[in-house]
């Protein structure tokens, strides 16, 4: 597809699609199919950063019961969408973003529409997200990936936390560079279920505190097991992420 990076394979690019293949195997493969239109996707996403999916579900469903379009989010008041999106957190901070990513869209595109993204690489449609405001790579890769179908990696805080103990990307680095390292080490196809597969592993091995290493499918190519479990790896500087993908079917 037009838009990939392609990247020199180093030692880390290597180790991915090994890791695909175990993940498969304790996971197994997902195929992508369309829950809502990228609009959706992207008001979903802003909702749900820095708070947990079935709370994020519920403000989504508020926020559309008291406005059934739109248009008439973007024209209401916005202590009206704080108060539907209450329930999600951080309302006051995130109604604002809301009202103002949807009159500049409408404002650019003429109408409240994100189809048009599907005809540009991913990597532009990526940059074209990423104007708009509270949109980050998370959440600009979860629209292209869970709203488009686009073979594109959404880079959390749990994802980023496996790529740095795994050693595939520095201490230090942020979701641009572990995307562009997964993205450059696998097919496309496999984008979708690679993304799925890590987020329950973050989940339910690969945890902040305690992970669960000795029964880790991956501590044998894992920088964080062979030290030790310390934490000095992972950096001192988590950076600051804009949200998390929430589209599967565990929790958290």
Same mark, same amino acid.
Do not use: M
């Given at each position: 597809m037009v838009g990939r990076l392609i990247l020199p394979v180093v030692a880390g690019m290597a180790d991915v699609p090994q890791i695909h293949r175990r993940l498969v195997e304790v996971f197994g493969r997902h195929r992508w199919e369309p829950e809502g239109d990228p609009l959706s996707e992207l008001v979903s996403t802003i909702i749900g950063q820095? =708070? #947990?999916?079935?709370? #994020?579900?519920? %403000?989504?469903? +508020?926020? +559309?019961?008291?406005?059934?379009?739109?248009? &008439?989010?973007?024209? &209401?008041e916005v202590e009206g969408i704080a108060a539907a999106i209450h329930g999600a957190g951080l309302a006051r901070l995130k109604a604002p973003r809301i009202k103002l990513l949807l009159e500049r869209i409408a404002a650019e595109r003429g109408r409240l529409d994100l189809g048009f993204l599907a005809e540009m690489p991913p990597a532009r449609a990526m940059t074209w997200l990423r104007r708009l405001p509270g949109v980050g790579q998370t959440t600009a890769a979860c629209v292209l990936l869970f709203g488009m179908g686009l073979p594109v990696m959404a880079v959390d805080g749990g994802i980023l936390r496996i790529a740095r103990r795994l050693g595939l990307v520095g201490p230090r680095a942020g979701p641009d560079e572990v995307q562009r390292t997964?993205?450059? %080490?696998? =097919?496309? $196809?496999c984008i979708y279920t690679l993304h799925r597969n890590?987020?329950?592993? &973050?989940?339910?091995? *690969? +945890?902040? %505190? $305690?992970? %669960?290493?000795?029964? *880790?499918? /991956?501590?044998?190519? *894992?920088?964080y097991f062979r030290a030790g479990g310390r934490? !000095? !790896?992972?950096?001192?500087?988590?950076? +600051? /992420?804009d949200g998390a993908s929430k589209r599967v079917p565990y929790g958290g």
């Open positions: 820095h =708070t #947990s999916g079935p709370n #994020s579900r519920r %403000a989504f469903d +508020r926020l +559309r019961e008291r406005y059934p379009t739109w248009e &008439a989010v973007r024209d &209401a997964l993205e450059g %080490a696998i =097919t496309e $196809a890590l987020i329950r592993f &973050a989940r339910e091995i *690969c +945890r902040p %505190a $305690a992970p %669960a290493c000795p029964i *880790c499918p /991956l501590n044998d190519r *894992c920088d934490s !000095k !790896k992972e950096g001192r500087q988590h950076g +600051r /992420l």
